[in-house]
């Protein structure tokens, strides 16, 4: 019943900007974190991004920190990431998942993520 769908990939120049939405339905913890994570060709995935439906707060790794922004849409269920000052080295699968928050959005992005959508294409040229 859980649904995760990312979306907003395509091809853009270094520099340039990109926006994602992650379309979330079907869960229902009280408190949830949803997050973004990346994979690139012949490496380990990674977490980007995390928000916190409780109080909104946000939690980025520092390979994004200050370039890209994440944020929400309650009534549509929508969750953003807002990529800016794009690098040839965030060329990757984007992913989305979403799962308890109760324990802060450093472990909920690292190791609570429950559910998994299919990811989004995001590839950087220089």
């Known amino acids: 019943d859980v649904q995760l769908q990312a979306s907003g990939g395509g091809l853009v120049q270094a520099g340039g900007s990109l926006r994602l939405s992650c379309a979330a339905s079907g869960f229902t913890y009280d408190d949830y974190a949803i997050g973004w994570f990346r994979q690139a060709p012949g490496k380990e995935r990674e977490g980007v991004s995390c928000?916190?439906?409780?109080?909104?707060?946000?939690y980025y790794a520092d390979s994004v920190k200050g370039r890209f922004t994440i944020s929400s849409d309650n009534a549509k269920n929508t969750v953003y990431l807002q990529m800016n000052s794009l690098k040839p080295e965030d060329t990757a699968v984007y992913y989305c998942?979403?799962?308890?928050?109760?324990?802060?959005?450093?472990?909920?992005?690292?190791?609570?993520?429950?559910?998994w959508g299919k990811g989004t294409l995001v590839t950087v040229s220089s």
């Open positions: 928000i916190s439906s409780s109080d909104g707060s946000t």
């Open positions: 998942a979403v799962g308890s928050s109760s324990a802060g959005l450093y472990w909920a992005l690292y190791y609570g993520m429950d559910y």
